[in-house]
């Protein structure tokens, strides 16, 4: 989105998409999440558990087939195997499996997620918003900055930036298959806001920064495999 076919990076694009960002998630802050949060959220639909409908065991599965998790260590795995398979093939020459495995596909997408959860983890931190769970059992919305616990770890959403960090990088590496990326990634980030696991600023957070994240990491491994 913020990178050109040429590997160049549109700074002025992600300067304008910050600012439109930060305008969304200061109008969520300010009274538009709590508004969203009783359309889009399914009151019924527990986020941990796959039930309670049609739609909400679809949102449910999406959050865990997709979570930080899978994503991290599923393309963690990926990228080791494939490592392993091009330093067996080739008289056990670990050189090569190296140079061919930073230059993969694999390692393009576990660069993206990484680098985007580890964004996301430090933001969550520092922020310490609490999930709409705990505004809707017992109405709190003060924000607990410097607090490791997960119901104080709503903004931004770490399933919907791993998702647009990994999704995004795969349709810039096959874009034949863009428009089915961004349609998954937007997905998971809805069902993330359905099943009341985050507002909707937080996934708007997220997406901005897999988004961005993805591009970045795109542009920098570009730049270091083709010296």
């Known amino acids: 989105m913020f990178l050109r076919k040429d590997n160049i990076l549109k700074w002025n694009w992600i300067g304008i998409g910050a600012i439109i960002t930060a305008v969304l998630v200061i109008a969520g ?20 558990v796959v039930g309670n409908g ?11 087939i997709f979570s930080t998790k899978v994503w991290l260590f599923g393309s963690l795995f990926i990228v080791i195997a494939f490592f392993f ?3 067996f093939t080739n008289e056990k020459d670990f ?17 993206s997620v990484f680098s985007a ?26 924000f607990q900055p410097m607090i490791w616990e997960s119901v104080y770890n709503s903004m931004p959403s770490g399933h919907t930036a791993a998702a647009f960090s ?9 874009p034949r298959i863009k428009w089915f990326t961004w349609t998954l990634a ?20 997220g997406a901005f920064i897999g988004m961005v994240v993805a591009d970045i990491v795109k542009w920098a491994l570009k730049k270091i495999n083709s010296k």
């Open 29 to 48: 802050l300010v009274g538009m999440d709590k508004i969203l949060h009783q359309i889009i959220h399914a009151p019924e639909c527990n986020p941990w």
């Open 54 to 64: 049609f739609l909400c065991a679809c949102a449910v599965i999406l959050g865990k």
């Open 85 to 87: 398979y091009k330093a």
């Open 95 to 111: 050189r090569y499996a190296f140079v061919k495995i930073k230059n993969s596909y694999a390692f393009y997408v576990f660069a």
């Open 117 to 142: 959860l580890i964004v996301t983890g430090v933001l969550k931190y520092f922020i310490g918003r609490p999930r709409p769970l705990l505004y809707d059992a017992l109405e709190i919305t003060t």
């Open 166 to 174: 990994g999704l995004v990088m795969i349709g810039m590496l096959l």
């Open 186 to 205: 937007i997905l998971i980030g809805v069902s993330r806001v359905y099943v009341g696991a985050h507002w909707v600023s937080d996934v708007v957070f």
